[in-house]
T-cell receptor, first 114, second 115 residues
């Protein structure tokens, strides 16, 4: 079945540590996205990528970094510069053509500070 | 200005009744798509329904329908015959043609279905 796989489901970060969240899709989608969701809140865009080797900052990119070396993969690194990383992180993808195509989401990663 | 506005932080509905979740949007792009997602407490985002700006008829998917009023820039989600499993957060989203692949989300509405 086609879909988006996020791993790990739960992740703990120590002070001063960088951690990487994985996102893989086999939907052959061009565009991929990372969102942050705080408890009881909506989704805030961190980064998005429309094609391989290209990505744009979203509303809250500070303290995060991404890469897009393969179409299927869009990992997110939460750096030590992100002082409040505890949140639920959602990865999504969408077709690059057909502007009425929805985003498809992974099941999310819950990140906490130790 | 907010691209998507959901003014109902929380809603309650009796089981088997219908409920309407409000969504208004702001765009000057004549070509756009509107989407609704459901997020249960487990966290995954489930795509429910979409409406294209040029679609003449309101979209329907099973018990979900989208009440699209273009002149008022509203795209309300109607859930008929509510079930206990409908209790979740609901998000309205928009994709503009000129914005490429960027999506805009509202702040969500928490729906609780009462037995």
């Amino acid at each position: 079945d086609g879909g988006i796989t996020q791993s790990p489901k739960y992740l703990f970060r120590k002070e001063g540590q960088n951690v990487t969240l994985s996102c893989e899709q086999n939907l052959n989608h061009d565009a991929m996205y990372w969102y942050r969701q705080d408890p009881g809140q909506g989704l805030r865009l961190i980064y998005y990528s429309q094609i391989v080797n290209d990505f744009q900052k979203g509303d809250i990119a500070e303290g995060y970094s991404v890469s897009r070396e393969k179409k299927e993969s869009f990992p997110l690194t939460v750096t030590s510069a992100q002082k409040n990383p505890t949140a639920f992180y959602l990865c999504a993808s969408s077709s690059g053509t057909g502007r009425y195509q929805p985003q498809h989401f992974g099941d999310g990663t819950r990140l906490s500070i130790l | 200005a907010q691209k998507i506005t959901q003014t109902q932080p929380g809603m309650f509905v009796q089981e088997k009744e219908a409920v309407t979740l409000d969504c208004t949007y702001d765009t000057s792009d004549p070509s756009y798509g509107l989407f609704w997602y459901k997020q249960p407490s487990s966290g995954e985002m489930i795509f429910l329904i979409y409406q294209g700006s040029y679609d003449q008829q309101n979209a329907t998917e099973g018990r979900y329908s989208l009440n699209f009023q273009k002149a008022r820039k509203s795209a309300n989600l109607v859930i008929s015959a509510s079930q206990l499993g409908d209790s979740a957060m609901y998000f309205c989203a928009m994709r503009e043609y000129d914005a490429g692949n960027q999506f805009y989300f509202g702040t969500g509405t928490s729906l609780t279905v009462i037995p």
